[in-house]
């Protein structure tokens, strides 16, 4: 048995952040992680194996659609899936591997094996049970069941197994055009599948800003994509390793089915947090199975704190990791603190798309007066020469005051044009602040001040 001020249970992005904040303000602290690796779903078989497919595929979209357009001449390269399989395998070894050195360099015990809480200030691990004045739970979320679907991780895929199915799928079917569908989608469409996504609502990516969401749909369906919208998926049955999916569409009843010899169930995910013990500790829970905590992390039973995907709020991994910041802040007697009004979400898709914010429906809503000022990257050099001219950036600003209340952008880079708007929203800054900002030329963050000129007399390239 050894005694800790803080045990975090689960080592993803949210365990693991606050795990070595937690030894960098002083604190003996350990991390409890049953995976072989750390980095939890994100860097295992989540944001990272599927950016390192979505960067290959990507090269090889490049290679057929523009290479030829900018004198690139030759032999089309064909596709080694085994090989693309161990590059990406590769990339999340490197990254799991620097979480451990993150750790010994900080002196963050890793605790292996699965933990549970037989009573606050304990948790046991294996046979083995340790003291801990303070106990963070972060265990993350798995992908949600679908009532008629039942997942094989073969034929019939989470995300988990979209990641390394045995072959490219002539047909891929993905349930739910959420941010997984659309980016494991696109993977799979660059690599030559006929890929039809079924989405219950009537529009992609429901709650996402509208403008985007138009412009978006029109951008997947000329790459390939062919949407079924409003229908909702009554099961899948597989034969023979084929799978048929059948759906009901919400507007008249009608039922159809649509083969293919893959399908991705992406419909959502749920809090993990089975085997904790919770239920016998007494710590209450949210009807949607997530850990109920107070304005500072911390549980109904003192001295446990909950963050992450198993609490309430978008289930990104960088929310956990801020969460994972301002809880150790909390535990070394600081002030943690999360601003969820500046939590950025990116789909890294070609084009990416990249929120921030409010989104005109919100401020509609609200019946808040705002402005919106648009700026097309067709009017970007550097997003012309690289044949990357759809989308734009939209700021949205109060119509009084000026300030920045949200940021929506398709285009180039946009999961990283994002930030410098989180930046200054994060200062409480207007428009024109931003907009009297230098931008070096040519970069596409020039697109994303004359987004906010276009907030006041006007954008110069529109
Ligand atoms: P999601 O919540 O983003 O989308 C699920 C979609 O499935 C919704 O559009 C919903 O209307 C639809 N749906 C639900 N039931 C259905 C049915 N019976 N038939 C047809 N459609 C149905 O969920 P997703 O894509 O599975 O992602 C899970 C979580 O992981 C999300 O919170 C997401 O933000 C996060 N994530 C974030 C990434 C990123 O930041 N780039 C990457 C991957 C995941």
């Known amino acids: ?95 799991t591997k620097g979480i451990e050195f993150l750790f010994k360099k900080n002196k963050v015990t890793w605790l292996k094996g699965w933990g549970s809480i037989p009573e606050a200030g304990k948790v046991k691990v294996g046979d083995e049970v340790h003291e801990a004045k303070n106990i963070v739970i972060s265990t993350g979320s798995v992908a949600a069941s679908l009532p008629g679907v039942e997942v094989d991780e073969k034929v019939v895929v989470t995300s988990t197994g979209a990641l390394s199915l045995d072959k490219i799928p002539d047909s891929l079917v993905v349930i739910g055009a959420g941010v997984i569908g659309l980016e494991m989608g696109s993977v799979y469409k660059r690599l030559g599948a006929k890929v039809t996504v079924v989405e219950f609502q009537d529009k992609i990516l429901p709650g996402t800003d509208g403008d985007t969401v138009k412009a978006f749909q029109k951008i997947l369906t000329k790459q390939g994509f062919e949407f079924v919208l409003g229908a909702a998926v009554q099961g899948v049955d597989v034969t023979d390793g084929k799978a048929t999916v059948r759906y009901k569409m919400n507007k008249d009843g009608k039922e159809a089915s649509i083969e293919a010899d893959a399908v991705l169930v992406s419909t959502g995910r749920q809090p993990f947090t089975e085997g904790l013990g919770l239920e016998a500790l007494g710590v209450e829970m949210l009807p949607r199975g997530q850990i109920k905590t107070d304005d500072h992390f911390q549980t109904s039973v003192k001295g446990i704190y909950a963050i992450g995907d198993c609490i309430p709020g978008a289930m990104l991994a960088h929310k956990a990791e801020d969460e994972g910041m301002a809880v150790a802040e909390i535990l070394a007697g600081k002030h943690g603190h999360v601003n969820y009004g ?111 000129l276009a907030c006041g007399d006007g954008a110069i390239h529109a």
Not at 37 to 52: E, H, M, R
Request: hydrophobic share 40%.
């Open 342 to 452: 500046v939590i950025p979400g990116v789909i890294y898709t070609t084009p990416e798309v990249a929120a921030v914010g409010y989104t005109e429906e919100m401020l509609k809503e609200e019946g808040r007066a705002y402005k919106v000022g648009k700026f097309p990257f067709m009017g970007n050099a550097r997003a012309k020469a690289v044949f990357q001219a759809d989308g734009f950036v939209k700021i949205i600003v109060d119509k009084e005051t000026d300030r920045i209340l949200g940021c929506h952008i398709i285009g180039p880079a946009a999961g990283d044009l994002i930030h410098e708007v989180c930046v200054a929203m994060e200062f409480g800054a207007s428009a024109q602040d931003l907009a009297l900002t230098c931008h070096a030329h040519p970069t596409f963050s020039e697109a994303v001040r004359e987004a906010a």
């Open 1 to 95: 048995m050894a005694s800790f001020d803080v045990i975090v249970i689960g080592g993803g992005p949210g365990g693991y952040v606050c795990a070595i904040h937690c030894a960098q303000l002083g604190l003996k602290v350990a991390c409890v992680e049953g995976r072989e690796t750390l980095g939890g779903t994100c860097l295992n078989v989540g944001c990272i194996p599927s950016k390192a497919l979505l960067n290959s595929t990507h090269h090889l979209h490049e290679v057929h659609e523009n290479f030829e357009k900018m004198g690139l001449m030759g032999a089309n390269p064909t596709v080694d899936w085994s090989k693309m399989q161990a590059y990406k395998q590769d990339v999340v070894d490197g990254n």
